[in-house]
């Protein structure tokens, strides 16, 4: 048997795949299990021994698809869901199943706050579409995989921070789930431990203004290692402070403490950090700590995000307590893990 998994992006959601490839691949090892993603991802899935072939593309994915028939699969489960899963779907003709995205549920949350999302991560939503092949969750979290040859040093880090440190995620894909700069500042100084953060080279700047604060306490790696090199930074940090980005579910693979910070967007949309068996009410991860501003009217706004907080005003990131979020991390930091 021969089985299709499609997920085209981006990086927190193809992390949270994962555990639907594992589950599949090891209870049914003689399933030849196949990958769809854009190529931008390959770094995510490329060292993930569950998956045996991985298909990637660009912009042209009538090529792909023309690949992907020659394959003769038995059945796609679709992780994406859109239109252009759909057509993949109709080419290659075989059976298939989709997850629930919910886009009512969410559209109600973020213009009514009427919240009637269930209370569990979207990773449960993504076995739904393997159903139909008899896989099913085993509680074991997500998977991200890196090679040991690829293993950062002691030496890539600067000295003050090889007895531990705090990974503070500080990208996002939309200004409106990110942590303003003067509250990062706020966080660093309150925090009594080494701190680094971590970002793509778009977050460089941003970096620079909270590290001149203290550049021996704060390291900026913005920029400076790639997503796999990023992703090793989180794994050894001894707690992560995270924005709602792709990192922090790096994070939840590597079973990670993790603060995570919530600003137009919401836990209750289901992607919250996952770590095999939790929900957000009725199975509260211990070493999972949620900041959210519920108090807002307005808040969450998007399932996605924004350039810019439409109320003018961002007060779910504003109003965030930053002390708070630094004596956070000094109970987790004492976690045995």
Not at 173 to 196: D, H, R
Not at 212 to 232: M, P, R, V
Not at 283 to 306: D, V
């Amino acid at each position: 048997m021969k089985v299709l998994i499609i997920r085209f992006s981006s990086i927190g959601d193809i992390v949270l795949t994962t555990p639907v490839v594992r589950c599949l691949k090891q209870q049914h090892p003689e399933v030849k299990v196949h990958y769809l993603t854009k190529a931008a991802f390959w770094p995510l899935l490329t060292y993930n021994t569950n998956i045996d072939k991985l298909h990637l593309f660009d912009d042209n994915l009538d090529k792909v698809i023309e690949e992907l028939k020659a394959e003769d699969f038995d059945f796609v489960v679709d992780l994406h869901n859109n239109l252009r899963t759909a057509r993949v779907k109709k080419a290659l003709d075989v059976p298939s199943k989709a997850f629930p995205k919910l886009n009512i549920k969410k559209w109600l949350l973020t213009n009514l706050k009427l919240d009637l999302m269930p209370d569990k991560s979207i990773v449960e939503r993504y076995f739904e579409a393997a159903e139909p092949i008899n896989v099913h969750n085993d509680g074991k979290g997500l998977d991200y995989m890196i090679p040991e040859n690829m293993e950062l040093s002691n030496n890539d880090i600067p000295m003050s921070h090889w007895g531990g440190f705090v990974a503070c995620v500080i990208g996002g894909s939309y200004n409106t789930k990110k942590l303003p700069v003067e509250q990062w500042k706020k966080f660093c100084l309150a925090v009594p431990f080494p701190v680094i953060l971590i970002g793509g080279p778009e977050d460089r700047d941003e970096g620079s203004q909270i590290a001149a604060q203290d550049t021996i306490k704060i390291y900026n790696s913005c920029g400076k290692f790639n997503l796999n090199e990023s992703a090793q930074l989180v794994k050894y940090a001894k707690v992560v402070i995270s924005n709602d980005t792709g990192l922090m579910h790096v994070a939840a693979a590597f079973q990670k403490p993790i603060i995570s910070l919530w600003g137009n967007t919401s836990p209750e949309l289901g992607m919250f950090p996952y770590y095999g068996y939790n929900s957000l009410k009725a199975r509260i991860a211990p070493q999972s700590i949620i900041m959210e501003n519920k108090s807002l009217g307005c808040h969450p706004c998007s399932k996605l995000g924004y350039n810019k907080c439409p109320k003018k005003h961002f007060k779910c990131m504003n109003g965030l307590d930053m002390k708070l979020a630094a004596e956070h991390v000094q109970k987790l930091w004492v976690v045995k893990k």
